[in-house]
């Protein structure tokens, strides 16, 4: 199948989760990323950065937790603007308590932790584009130390500082702050990739033992996708807390609707996975 002609403009919207304790999950995350918090319905929370938002919230109370075993999400990257706003992050984070693994990824350096219902979380921000490397149509990535006492510095921010809790107070997420990409649990990476590119037109732009990463436009990754916890496991049977679905925003539908195969909700397209992941695709 070609892949549908995207514009190289595509990007991800919000992500969606389903929380069995929607005040507590709600609260944490407006903590941790300083996001602003409004109600989207009886049962539903949308938190945003600056009018832009990123994830939305759904009460679940009766689900049970998901499995790491179980597909669906990997993790939900919030993309900072500067390094200097990862530095102003990875201090307040740090005064919160909160345990953080890292990886540079050459592209990139980010910082990992799960929220409160196991759902991985990243945040990063990117380095330039122009140092990026790429050979044979792949961008090159690994996963280093991050050079954390030089994140900070961006910041103005000393470890010493950190240590004695004299860094400044966050002053939330700061304007730019996007979803910079979103990572799947599937059962096979190499079949999910063929599957996102014929029906999204993404390209397949590096691949790692048993994972694979798609973009539009040149960019490192919008899509990860990986089979480390999930080989050989088809669609849940039963539902579960987690990730409910995620959104891509594009400024044309039409051609996706000319290749079918999509649920037309009038306004906005949407479809699963072969292991249940549902994408919403919107203009915008």
Do not use: C
Not at 147 to 169: F, N, Q, S
Not at 173 to 187: E, I, M, R, S
Not at 262 to 268: C, V
Request: a negative charge.
């Amino acid at each position: 199948m070609t892949p549908p002609p995207l514009s190289p403009t595509t990007h991800l919207g919000p992500v969606t989760l389903l929380a069995r304790d929607l005040e507590g999950l709600t609260a944490f995350y407006a903590r941790l990323l300083g996001l602003s918090t409004a109600p989207d319905g009886a049962n539903r929370v949308v938190l945003s950065a600056h009018g832009t938002p990123l994830l939305r919230l759904e009460a679940a109370p009766d689900l049970p937790r998901a499995p790491v075993s179980r597909p669906g999400l990997y993790h939900t990257a919030f993309l900072l603007p500067t390094r200097a706003d990862l530095g102003r992050w990875v201090a307040h984070a740090a005064g919160l308590g909160s345990g953080l693994g890292s990886g540079d990824h050459l592209v990139s350096e980010a910082f990992y932790l799960s929220d409160p219902e196991g759902n991985g979380i990243e945040v990063y921000a990117d380095r330039p584009r122009e140092g990026w490397t790429w050979r044979g149509g792949q961008v090159q990535m690994d996963t280093l130390t991050v050079d954390v006492p030089g994140v900070l510095a961006e910041a103005g921010i000393t470890l010493d500082a950190l240590r004695t809790g004299e860094a400044p107070p966050y002053a939330g997420a700061p304007a730019g702050t996007t979803l910079g990409h979103v990572h799947l649990k599937v059962g096979h990476a190499a079949e999910a990739a063929q599957f996102y590119r014929a029906v999204l037109g993404l390209e397949v732009v590096s691949h790692l033992p048993g994972a694979a990463f798609l973009s539009w436009g040149g960019y490192h990754h919008h899509l990860g996708l990986n089979e480390w916890h999930t080989r050989g496991q088809g669609r849940p049977e039963a539902p579960a807390a987690g990730l409910s679905g995620f959104e891509v925003r594009t400024p044309d539908l039409a051609p996706l609707r000319e290749e079918g195969g999509w649920e037309d909700l009038g306004d906005a397209l949407r479809r699963a996975d072969p292991w249940g992941n549902v994408v919403t695709v919107r203009r915008g």
